[in-house]
């Protein structure tokens, strides 16, 4: 257990390092001049330099790289080109946008996901069972951007049910932020929902199939009770590692559905950033993005650990 | 039983993880769009480009002074809605026989939204920190300047190297902006202007909320707050408007979406003016383009009434040159080259370039992408041949057409106003339009009398056009969508600011 522990810490340190390495390369090849956006169209060569020794561009790349890491492991990333202000604020800002989204995302796709998933294993055979199967099928096909814009002509603009757009903090008006939360969290669950209900389906019909529920049913215990009892916690490990990788596809997914829906996250910032040069900020999103996706991946390891014993013996 | 324990010991572990951060985001985000308050008292307007910081001294970009200049900075003069010059910080000022020196009468118990007073020497360092302490390439529009002078806290002296008529016009933008000696130390973050708003509150990403100033010395504004609210999405401002998130879509970027708010007897539609001109640039300084016949061919070869329809809505005017209406040496030039898809086909076959491939390289935004498509497919049918690529804007773009002039043809609208110079003047802009004789006009046009002024700038007008040095696809339109009762909007957009000094509910 402990082997495997200080294996998964290795591996996370040095996937920290290397992503590090390759998000700072990519933003040195990426065209376009900082210094060069903020003066404008038509500023002078020598205004443009003199900006670009303010930023630090001038400097070799290495010592680039090796002062930007300093900053990330110091919690000190400095000031934004463009808006002058420190970045780590407003990125924390912006990341609890992007936590709620992302959350109430991952929730509304699990409460979709587990309960159906499990009804189509359980009716595989059955029609009900295709039909569910057939209508994830088309869930999983339909991009997250476009459920959002339909269910914005449906339920804001069309019944004006629900804020098309646009985001107010919970405390601020609690009422107002579930109205503005529901569409972008709604379509962002769906279609993750509909990816998920596919791998909730085979896994548990992988389960079904095992010996001991087999030998489960032969002691008596009717076919859900043997799938409750026994098959869940079996069925949930290949579930977790694509919750997992589905939290990464939800932090990506939810730039776009942030655009869509005028949301200031995380999403937004990255590609205002992008567009603006405001190259320090775009690398400190990413790498927060990467950490995070590192982050959970080794979590669940652990959690592998934690719900298969056979793991853990295997280890040792 | 040993699982179940141990289970339950997990599920409470990831409860209390969970509440966690339910916590921590209650607790979270300073970020709120648009305002909640009194929606009587505050008027959300919808606008597309968001400013990268509030320091237009030292940031480029329409956005900053659009939301500042004139609501939270004021100048000396300012522009009316029809382009004249007219008194703001200075009720009066006089011009000097030889045309060199101005003299500004101030208005008198100004203040800063910082508390100090406005005088004289306040207007003269903000004019002498142009030059000093500008980065941007606008301040060169100062350098004209030879002395100021505070006479009297109230009276002040500008003496100019050459006589310019264009001085005067100039400050009325940013340029122009008064700033507080005691109030510059942090103009990216928190501006300090003499304007009836201050601003309260700038969500980054979101919006920024204006607030109406105690002790402002003229009148005060109708809304107790103006939040300007910036949406990259077209689709989403429309939406916004439609679902009462916001009242005014300040700039309309989809005229082929304004019929769901033209037989909407909730909304108003207003059409107004710009000095946005979408030009068709071309390279003049080298490859195919550089040849005056090729260029010739283009301007023959494309159809602007049928360009204006398909890409804009036809809303919009055509106006055939460098010169927006509102400019008062604006002439229709339309009829210098029109439409004729023979003698563009002809002038190609005499140029000699008709066989070489252009590069038609657009910028991403949503009108150059538009029309971008259908004059490559016009000119094709004259018989050129078009390739066309998109860069990002404004990196890509800015550094491979503005820059470094890799393009044979590119589409973007110069908004600046007055901008003949800025775009044609130089032979190191990117159109690379080199003309001697175009210049000569241009310096007299600034150093004459009003009268020389514009005769001047027609004559340049006329002969830029003749060139064919560009090509002007048509002027924007100032497109805007409000709710009924929302009264005294900057019809037409001619200067540098959304002006929200008029602004009322009926």
């Given amino acids: 257990m402990i ?3 200080v294996q998964r810490i290795a591996i996370l340190l040095a996937s920290l390092v290397v992503s590090s390495v390759l998000v700072f390369a990519f933003m040195a090849v990426l065209p376009g001049d900082p210094a060069r956006v903020v003066l404008g169209t038509s500023a002078s060569d020598a205004a443009v330099a003199q900006l670009r020794g303010e930023f630090g561009l001038d400097r070799p790349l290495v010592t680039q790289y090796l002062s930007w890491v300093h900053g990330l492991v110091t919690f000190d990333p400095g000031n934004s080109y463009i808006s002058h202000t420190p970045i780590g604020p407003q990125i924390a800002d912006r990341l609890q946008v992007t936590l709620w989204l992302v959350g109430t995302g991952m929730v509304v796709a699990c409460i979709l996901a587990i309960p159906l998933g499990i009804v189509m294993a359980v009716r595989h055979r059955r029609p009900s069972g295709l039909v569910l199967s057939a209508l994830s099928q088309v869930g999983v096909a339909v991009p997250a951007f476009l459920a959002g814009i339909l269910m914005i002509t449906v339920f804001a603009v069309e019944f004006g049910w629900l804020p098309a757009n646009g985001w107010t903090p919970p405390i601020e008006d609690p009422v107002l932020f579930l109205k503005q939360l529901a569409l972008p969290a709604l379509s962002l669950g769906l279609v ?5 209900t596919r791998y909730v389906r085979s896994a548990v019909l992988d389960v079904l199939r095992e010996d001991y529920l087999r030998t489960a049913r032969a002691k008596g215990l009717r076919p859900t009770q043997a799938l409750l009892r026994h098959g869940l916690r079996n069925a949930a490990v290949p579930v977790v590692t694509v919750l997992a990788l589905q939290l990464a596809t939800l932090l990506v997914g939810s730039v776009v559905i942030e655009r869509v829906f005028v949301i200031p996250g995380l999403g937004s910032l990255l590609l205002d950033s992008v567009s603006n040069r405001d190259l320090v900020v775009v690398q400190d999103v990413v790498m927060l993005i990467a950490m995070a996706v590192l982050l959970v991946n080794f979590l669940v390891d652990i959690v592998y650990l934690l719900i298969d014993p056979r793991l853990r013996v295997g280890a040792s | 039983m040993g699982h179940i324990r141990r289970l339950t010991r997990h599920t409470r572990t990831v409860a209390a993880t969970l509440a966690c951060l339910l916590l921590a985001a209650c607790s979270a985000g300073s970020l709120a769009t648009g305002g909640t308050g009194d929606s009587r008292n505050t008027l959300r307007i919808g606008l597309s480009a968001e400013p990268a910081n509030l320091d237009f001294t030292k940031t480029e970009g329409a956005a900053i002074p659009q939301a500042l200049l004139y609501n939270v900075y004021e100048n000396l003069v300012k522009l009316d809605q029809s382009a004249r010059i007219r008194p703001s910080l200075a009720k009066s000022w006089s011009l000097s026989k030889d045309r060199r020196t101005y003299t500004f009468q101030l208005v008198k118990g100004v203040r800063f939204s910082n508390g100090a007073p406005f005088t004289a020497e306040d207007a003269k360092f903000s004019i002498e920190r142009v030059t000093s302490e500008w980065t941007l390439v606008q301040k060169a529009q100062m350098d004209v300047v030879d002395t100021v002078e505070a006479v009297s806290p109230t009276e002040l002296k500008v003496t100019l190297k050459r006589p310019s008529n264009d001085w005067l016009y100039r400050m009325t933008t940013r340029v122009g902006a008064m700033f507080s000696r005691t ?5 990216a973050t928190d501006p300090v202007g003499t304007g009836p708003y201050v601003v309260k509150r700038f969500n980054r990403g979101d919006s920024i909320t204006l607030a109406r100033r105690d002790g402002y010395w003229g009148r005060e504004p ?8 910036y949406f990259k999405d077209p689709t989403a401002m429309n939406n916004a408007l439609l679902t009462g998130t916001i009242d005014v879509i300040g ?21 107004g003016t710009t000095n946005g001109e979408v030009v068709l640039s071309l390279n003049n300084g080298s490859g195919p383009m550089k040849n005056p016949k090729a260029r010739q061919a283009v301007r023959y070869a494309i159809d602007h009434k049928a360009l204006m329809d398909t890409c804009w809505g036809g809303r919009g005017k055509l106006i055939g040159s460098m010169v927006p209406p509102t400019d008062p040496w604006y002439q229709n030039l339309t009829d210098m080259y029109p439409y004729d898809r023979d003698k563009a086909r002809k002038l190609l076959k005499e140029s000699g370039q008709a066989g070489r491939t252009l590069r038609l390289r657009l910028p991403t935004l949503p009108y150059a992408t538009a029309c971008g498509t259908v004059v490559k497919s016009q000119l094709e049918q004259a018989g050129f ?3 066309l690529d998109q860069l990002e804007f404004p990196a890509a773009w800015l550094t491979t057409v503005f820059k470094n002039a890799d393009y044979d043809m590119s589409l973007i609208a110069h908004v600046e106003p007055r901008d003949m110079q800025a775009v044609f003047g130089s032979k190191t802009s990117y159109i690379r339009y080199d003309n001697p004789e175009f ?4 310096q007299k046009a600034d150093q004459g009398t009003q009268e020389e002024q514009i005769t001047s700038m027609r004559a340049a007008a006329r002969l830029l056009s003749k060139d064919a040095a560009a090509d002007w696809l048509f002027l924007l339109p100032n497109l805007m969508v409000a709710d009924q009762d929302i009264t005294g909007l900057p019809v037409n957009n001619v200067s540098e600011s959304l002006d929200l000094t008029g602004l009322g509910r009926s």
């Fill in chain 2, 183 to 187: 109030g510059v130390s942090k103009l």
């Fill in chain 1, 3 to 5: 082997v495997r522990l």
């Fill in chain 2, 222 to 229: 109708h809304f107790a707050s103006v939040v300007l609210k």
């Fill in chain 2, 251 to 271: 700039a309309m970027q989809t005229p082929d979406a304004l019929y769901r708010f033209e037989n909407n007897p909730k909304y108003r539609v207003i059409e």
């Fill in chain 2, 439 to 442: 210049r000569a006009l241009l």
């Fill in chain 2, 385 to 387: 041949k078009v390739r």
């Fill in chain 1, 192 to 196: 993750q929902g509909a990816v998920l």
